[in-house]
Structure formats: structure tokens, C-alpha cells
């Protein structure tokens, strides 16, 4: 392990959680996850593999200690399976959401204050999962239909989350 900048750098196998579930991960001992000093559950992180591939995630807890689900995007933009060595550089991640705001949610919420107030009562995670969904896709027209989408689901359901609601009023065709 190696601190530089507020960065921690140290190599690590990258293994597999089970067959079941098919994740990958790389494991992340207390001692880097104390160096930051995280106080509570929340432990987000800007993980850079190989130096290359840069995303933000969590510390996530097991048996002691911790781990970073590597994805199979990552995986392939790396070209490395389970049992290959990675080079991994951590720092906290100071952002105010912990995933970027979509340029067309930040607009949605500008213009819509009931859906800012509703966004922003969500826990952390849940917004983190809002930014996820509509941050995924590439096309301008699919982030626009879903912000004003999450955003009308939470002002029909008084700020809550209904996922198979959710996920239905997501399905319909954009207008």
C-alpha cells in the first residue's frame, strides 16, 4: 500500500464473489478503508484500475474488511478476468452525490422545485440509484424521458420510490 496525495496505491487479485452472481471484485484491506477516515456506512471512493479505467464507487463490507465490485464494462475495457493482478489507486470521493449529475436532471430539478425537494429528501443510495438510471444512457432524448420521469414518479407518490411502478412508467414511449 502506498499513500500519495491522498491517494492509497496497491496491487490486488481480482476474484469472483461466486458463480451465482457472477461479480468480480478486488479486495480492499481496513487499514486503506481507515486511512480515509470514513465515519458511519458511507465509504465512496474514485477507484482508478490499471490507470486507466477511473469510476466511482463504494467500499463495500466483507468479513472485515472490504471490497470493489469491478464491472463487466470495466473487465472488458481492461481485458482481465478472475486472477488477474490490478493496479488499483483509491481516493475519497468528495462529490455531493457520489455519481455525476446529468446535465438533463440538474435541468429537470432547476425548473421543477417540488421535484428538487423531492430528489433531494431521498437517502443518499437512492439518489445515487436516479443518477445511475438516467446517467447510463448515451442517448440525450432516453436521460431527458427519464429525468422527467423519476421526477414525476416521485411527485405522484409523495417522494417515494416505487420500483416496479417505476419501472413500468419508464418502459412507456417517449413523447
Request: hydrophobic share 40%; net charge positive.
Amino acid at each position: 500500500m502506498k499513500a500519495v496525495k491522498g491517494a492509497i496505491r496497491f496491487e490486488a487479485t481480482l476474484e469472483k464473489l461466486s458463480d451465482e452472481f457472477g461479480w468480480h471484485y478486488v479486495a480492499v484491506s481496513r487499514q486503506v478503508s481507515d486511512a480515509f477516515g470514513f465515519k458511519g456506512n458511507a465509504r465512496r471512493v474514485v477507484c482508478t484500475l490499471n490507470g486507466t479505467v477511473e469510476y466511482q464507487c463504494a467500499l463495500m463490507p466483507k468479513a472485515g474488511d472490504f471490497f470493489i465490485i469491478v464491472n463487466k464494462k470495466n473487465r472488458d475495457r481492461l481485458g482481465i478476468i478472475a486472477g488477474d493482478k490490478v493496479r488499483v489507486e483509491l481516493i475519497r470521493d468528495e462529490s455531493k452525490y457520489g455519481l455525476p449529475m446529468p446535465e438533463e436532471l440538474r435541468e429537470v430539478l432547476d425548473q421543477d422545485p417540488e421535484g428538487d425537494r423531492l430528489f433531494h429528501a431521498l437517502t443518499a443510495g437512492k439518489q445515487r440509484t436516479m443518477l445511475y438510471y438516467i446517467g447510463k444512457w448515451k442517448d440525450i432524448d432516453r436521460r431527458i424521458h427519464y429525468a422527467l420521469t423519476v421526477v414525476e414518479h416521485l411527485k405522484r407518490n409523495d417522494g417515494k420510490i416505487i420500483l416496479e411502478e417505476l419501472g413500468d412508467d419508464l418502459k412507456k414511449p417517449m413523447l
